[in-house]
């Protein structure tokens, strides 16, 4: 019954959101499956042994005093590469990395689209999934998106920037 709810009811209008969706979906999991299989690569392994000579903080400093004042991205690639040897670390974090995307883009349009039209759930998801799919399309280096450190700088930055924009623009 809640599926009922959740999309809206076939018609001549809404079969080319239907086959949108569709597709977006199947592309998504296509970067999921890509980042399930996804290994640490270039400066990846710098990072890594920066954390295996200094530790998990003392790591964070020297990376801050040699190489660049991001002490954010480090602490969270120290996680993350404290976690990989246990549990696959860098799929959760491409998985998290979308959602944190799609959710926030999808309440920013919530937030917009309210004041035009009444446009359900189903719409506005699958718009959200548009426009992650293009601004992954339109990067200037797509394997960027897998590379941990890349990753971490500039799509990171972005996702939580947008966040933080839907969390100004929520009305709660």
């Not at 809640?2 to 239907?18: E, Q």
């Not at 999921?32 to 790591?59: C, M, P, Q, T």
């Not at 991205?73 to 993350?80: D, E, G, K, P």
């Amino acid at each position: 019954m809640y599926l009922a709810t959740l999309f809206p009811k076939a018609n001549n209008k809404s079969l080319p959101f239907y086959f949108l969706f569709f597709t977006n979906i199947t592309y998504l999991f296509f970067i999921l499956y890509v980042a399930y299989y996804n290994r640490l690569a270039l400066d990846d392994y710098y990072f890594k042994a920066l954390l295996v000579k200094y530790g998990f903080w003392e790591s964070i400093y020297q990376n801050y005093i040699n190489w660049q004042g991001r002490v954010g991205m480090q602490l969270i690639m120290n996680i993350i590469l404290s976690l990989q040897a246990k549990i696959h670390a860098l799929f959760l974090y491409h998985l998290a990395l979308v959602f944190i995307f799609i959710y926030s883009i999808f309440t920013i349009l919530k937030y917009l689209l309210s004041r035009l039209c009444q446009k359900s759930n189903f719409y506005l998801f699958t718009l959200s999934l548009l426009i992650f799919n293009i601004f992954l399309l339109t990067v200037y280096d797509f394997r960027a998106f897998y590379w941990l450190s890349a990753s971490l700088v500039y799509f990171n930055a972005i996702a939580f920037a947008l966040l933080g924009i839907s969390a100004l623009l929520s009305p709660s």
